[in-house]
């Protein structure tokens, strides 16, 4: 593992592919869940109670309430200042006698005996006795209400939810998305060959420099959702173009594809995903790159046992490249380009591994661009496939 990679590795964990395919589907349905909530007239009932039980008069009265000894209440000082008053000797002659009803110890008594004896202190005095009573006021109950909301699952999920992960998200809209369902090359949107700006130019051709022939689409399957370029021992004449002479006709011992989706144009703003894995000692690749082969966004490129990512301006200029090693070609694995106005940023499942502000296509729409390929450096051929399992496109909302 190369010390590039490694910096990623140890700034962030890693997930596999499936966890890292889980954790999508998770926050996309987090973020239906999130907007269902945010409409919905429990969580409207829920903020409006929470203002109410925040307030400070509202804390202050629950504090009072649920803190208050009942000794220390009017209601328990005046039945013990009535207790004590029966002590007194003019009272207790008073109440033996019915006599001295002048004096001032009896008229206090008589005044508090009537007041502890009326409907509206005994309810005073019963509820200050409760302990509970904060529970029958109706502030109390609000506040019984809002401590079930706090534990309905919905209000939890909602208090608790990872908002900026749910915007992140919500900031792409998907605009295209292949699975690979369908059946022929011609049934789905994408043809063999390459994008090119006239339909008179050659488009299904390999290079001089290559061992391979594309192959019109003959070596592009689909099987169970999962697309197949394959790449196999077969003698065939094919179109090849040489750097000096042009189109000509070559001889190849081995035949390939390559698959260009001219139905949606990737412009600044947008993401492209993959999720790929490749077998055999050949070259496979998902690159992004517009009608005169350049500039070449390299989303996907395996060679010689390395992951290459970056941009180029130049066929031949792969200095720019950055190379990654560490990962399993035969493993599915999520490739992603962010293109954003400034930069460009690639992750490999949830990581980000590299980020680049130089060589930024500017103005240009590209089209996506899967092949396999045997350069003539490669001299130990093994044959193999790409196999991709879906690809999709999304466009920045702002």
């Known amino acids: 593992m190369n010390l590039f ?20 589907e998770q926050t996309r349905l987090n ?38 000894k009942y000794k220390d209440t009017d209601e328990a000082k005046l039945l013990a200042r009535l207790k004590q008053l029966r002590k007194d000797k003019f009272v207790r002659q008073y109440l033996k006698t019915g006599e001295g009803d002048n004096r001032a110890s009896v ?22 006795q409760d302990t509970h009573r904060w529970d ?4 109390g109950k609000k506040d019984a209400t809002y401590s079930a909301l706090l534990q309905d699952p919905d209000i939890r999920f909602f ?65 169970g959702g999962i697309l197949h370029i394959k790449t196999s021992k077969e003698n065939v004449s094919a179109p090849a173009w040489d750097e000096k002479k042009g189109m000509v006709m070559k001889d190849f011992r081995y035949t390939s594809d390559i698959i260009c989706n001219d139905k949606v144009a990737v412009e600044e703003g947008m993401v492209v995903q993959v999720k790929v894995r490749s077998t055999g000692n050949v070259n496979h690749a998902i690159c992004l790159r517009g009608a005169e082969r350049t500039p070449i966004i390299h989303l996907y490129d395996y060679r010689k046992s390395r992951f290459y990512l970056g941009a180029r301006e130049n066929v031949k200029d792969e200095r720019y490249l950055k190379e990654l090693d ?27 591994v590299y980020r680049t502000k130089n060589r930024i296509p500017k103005g240009e729409k590209l089209y996506i661009h899967m092949f396999s390929s045997i350069p ?23």
């Open 5 to 24: 990679f490694l910096r990623a590795l140890l700034r962030r964990q890693l997930l596999t592919t499936a966890k890292f395919e889980a954790a999508i």
């Open 31 to 68: 973020a239906e869940r999130y907007r269902k909530i945010e409409q919905s007239d429990k969580l409207r009932d829920f903020l409006a109670l929470e203002q109410v039980v925040a307030s400070s008069e509202f804390q202050a009265k629950k504090k009072e309430l649920t803190t208050k």
């Open 107 to 128: 008229m206090q008594y008589e005044t508090l005996r009537k007041e502890t004896e009326s409907d509206d202190f005994m309810r005073r005095n019963a509820f200050w």
């Open 136 to 139: 029958t006021t109706e502030e």
């Open 159 to 223: 208090r608790s939810a990872d908002v900026k992960a749910i915007e992140q998200f919500e900031q792409y809209e998907k605009v295209y998305e292949d699975v690979f369902n369908w059946i022929r090359l011609d049934a789905g949107d994408w043809h063999s060959g390459m994008h090119y700006p006239s339909a008179a130019f050659v488009r299904d051709h390999s290079f001089t420099t290559e061992q391979q022939a594309y192959n019109k689409g003959r070596n592009v399957d689909t099987a």
């Open 326 to 352: 560490g990962l399993k070609a035969s493993k599915y694995i999520v490739f992603t380009v962010s293109w954003q106005k400034d930069e460009l940023i690639w992750y490999i499942n949830n990581m980000e």
């Open 376 to 398: 003539t450096s490669i001299r130990r051929v093994k044959e193999g496939e790409m196999q991709v399992d879906w690809i999709r496109v999304y466009r920045n909302k702002k």
